[in-house]
């Protein structure tokens, strides 16, 4: 579900706020302030761009680093059910 695709996004978004979300079984990347629209309620909020920056400790991740953040994602949300 999640992908280092989905990771590379969120890093490279210039919405305000960017946050990876799931919603009916997809992972995508958002504005915060979409969260409140009808289209993303009740979205399951998996990271932030700030946290997902912060737990990289990096300005230029390695595809690597991108795959493993990925998996830990994903496996986070198969966990959750999402």
Do not use: F, K
């Given at each position: ?33 979409a969260l409140d ?25 390695s595809r690597r680093?991108?795959?493993e953040v990925a ?12």
């Amino acid at each position: 579900m999640i992908t280092p695709e989905h990771v590379e996004e969120l890093l490279a978004s210039d919405a305000e706020r960017a946050v990876l979300v799931v919603v009916a079984s997809a992972a995508v990347v958002v504005p915060e302030a979409a969260l409140d629209t009808d289209d993303y309620r009740g979205a399951l909020e998996v990271v932030t761009q700030r946290d997902l920056r912060a737990q990289l400790d990096t300005d230029a991740p390695s595809r690597r680093d991108l795959e493993e953040v990925a998996a830990r994602l994903d496996s986070t949300v198969t966990r959750l059910g999402a």
